[in-house]
Every structure is written in C-alpha cells, then in structure tokens.
C-alpha cells in the first residue's frame, strides 16, 4: 500500500521558516521522482518544486522565487521542501506527490498559514 504523509506545516509570521517533511512507504522510494505542490483558496493546485529520483536533479516554480529547497534522504525514504522568507501569499495546502511511470500517488496535505 502506497502512502505518502506530510507534516511540519502551520502558522508563521511573515519572514519566517518552515521546513515540510513527507514521509513514503510502500514503494522503491529511491527510485521515484518527488515533488511538492501546493493550492490556496480558490485557486489550481500548482507544482512548487521537484526532485529526479537517480540524478537528485531539482527544478522549482517561480511561484517562490529561490526561497526554497527541495531535498531527499533515499535512507528515510523522505523528501523535504525547506521554505524561507514566508509571505501571505504562501498560505496554501502543501501537498507530497509521487511519480511513476505507470501511476502516481498524492499525499493528504498539510496547512501552511503565514500571518502576523
């Protein structure tokens, strides 16, 4: 059973930090390329950044503008998205998701609210 579960998400002021863990079982997690995606209110559901399974290649949305990292620990089967320089506009679910070729999986979502 595939399963992805987010957390480290909640509510920070403005200028802050946050450091997203997701958390995979059930599948050649080192071998999967990993993202993180967000939606806000109202609006699609938009990809953050992403990170290639064999290489470690990572690619990331205008969206945050170099205020984040994406990472993995293939030894954890974890995948981390470190946010810095929070803005409102940040506030959103923040939701893993897991690439194959024949499928995909999405995690339940964590809340990220930034406010003073």
């Known amino acids: 059973q595939v399963q992805l579960v987010e957390s480290g998400g909640g509510l920070v002021q403005p200028g802050g930090s946050l450091r997203l863990s997701c958390k995979a079982s059930g599948f050649a997690f080192n071998l999967v390329t990993m993202s993180w995606h967000r939606q806000a209110p109202g609006k699609e559901r938009e990809l953050v950044a992403v990170?290639?399974?064999?290489?470690?290649?990572?690619n990331y949305a205008d969206s945050m503008k170099g205020r984040c990292t994406i990472s993995r620990d293939n030894a954890k089967n974890t995948v981390y998205l470190q946010m810095n320089s929070l803005m409102p506009e940040d506030t959103a679910v923040y939701y893993c998701?897991?690439?194959?070729?024949?499928?995909?999986?999405w995690g339940q979502g964590t809340q990220v609210t930034v406010s003073s």
């Open positions: 990170i290639s399974a064999v290489s470690g290649r990572t």
């Open positions: 998701h897991a690439l194959r070729r024949s499928d995909s999986y």
